[in-house]
């Protein structure tokens, strides 16, 4: 669909979101920085084409930086910031240690500085970026509304408490997600960012060895596909070997993510989970037909728009950073 098209259609549902939401989310809108900073989303993108352009494989990891500064905190670019001495940052948590584009958020807002200082937070800045990742990686577009805040705090033990972990079950990832404002089918439709991006062994070789019980490797995972991976991952502490998340096209945004799940061919526990219950198994079984892509690709720009607005700073709260690894 063509951008100017999804932004029609979306655009009346983001601003629905966001007004039904938080107090500080309702004071996020599309085209905030239309007098400050008119440029902003033309000069990100022209630094996202040459970002992805030169690496398409971060298209993944940028998504995923936003995804893992919004589940702590609340999308406030707390995941950005350095440890100091006193205190162990976010992106020095265990299930951060693999995150990966700090460099990319520093190389687009030194941009921005540049054409207007103090001006962009880097909260708005990896919200861009998300979406533009999506999009240069053959997904959808999505409005994106901005006027956040970046956030003072960040704790390596919130983001070690408030992530959904890759062994989540339904009932934890319900929860994590319903303390986010967010539902059942947000579920469903964000765990298709899994179409993009690759996975270290750790997060997932509890599948393939010393399972439980009577059960050496997973039984809800496809035996043909445990052992394909086994030759890649030989073994739980296996640290340096990656795995596509999406095996085939995981630098492209596309359904067959949802293709592989209805397989049973999910790579972490939690995407095998979807099968598990009656309104996920739905979604991803009609998904995975291949007939509904247009379906999904609306979802998803939906569930962003919804998860970009989660615990946002707006108006005197926080700051806008000069640099996004360090506060001002």
């Not at 893992?68 to 265990?94: I, M, P």
């Not at 073994?235 to 596309?254: H, N, Q, R």
């Not at 397989?263 to 009609?286: H, I, M, N, P």
Request: aromatic share 8%.
């Amino acid at each position: 669909m063509a951008i100017k098209s999804c932004l029609v259609l979306l655009l009346p549902l983001a601003l629905l979101l966001l007004a039904g939401s938080s107090p500080a989310a309702a004071q996020l809108e599309v085209g905030y920085y239309s007098k400050t900073c008119p440029n902003v989303e033309a000069i990100v993108r022209e630094e996202m084409e040459k970002i992805i352009s030169a690496a398409p494989s971060l298209a993944g990891p940028l998504l995923r930086l936003h995804f893992h500064d919004c589940f702590v905190r609340g999308c406030d670019a707390s995941v950005l910031l350095n440890s100091t001495e006193g205190n162990l940052a976010e992106r020095d948590a265990k299930p951060n240690k693999s995150l990966r584009g700090f460099g990319s958020v520093d190389r687009v807002k030194a941009k921005l500085e540049a054409a207007c200082p103090n001006t962009v937070s880097c909260a708005d800045v990896l919200t861009i970026m998300a979406r533009d990742a999506v999009v240069l990686a053959k997904g959808p577009f999505w409005p994106v509304a901005l006027g956040r805040k970046d956030g003072r705090v960040s704790s390596a033990t919130e983001a070690a408490d408030h992530l959904p972990p890759a062994f989540g079950d339904i009932p934890l990832l319900t929860k994590i997600f319903a303390a986010n404002g967010l539902d059942l089918k947000d579920l469903v439709v964000l765990s298709g960012a899994h179409t993009l991006g690759t996975a270290h062994c750790p997060s997932y070789a509890g599948r393939l060895y010393n399972f439980s019980g009577a059960y050496s490797a997973d039984p809800t995972l496809d035996s043909e596909y445990a052992d394909r991976l086994r030759t890649r991952c030989k073994s739980v502490d296996d640290t340096a070997m990656l795995s596509e998340m999406d095996p085939g096209s995981y630098k492209t945004f596309d359904t067959s993510y949802y293709r592989h799940v209805a397989k049973r061919r999910g790579l972490f526990q939690s995407d095998a989970a979807l099968l598990t219950d009656a309104t996920t198994r739905e979604y991803v079984q009609r998904i995975a037909t291949g007939k509904f892509d247009d379906v999904f690709f609306k979802d998803f720009g939906d569930s962003m728009v919804k998860m970009g607005s989660v615990g946002v700073l707006t108006g005197a709260e926080g700051e806008i950073r000069k640099k996004c690894y360090i506060i001002n």
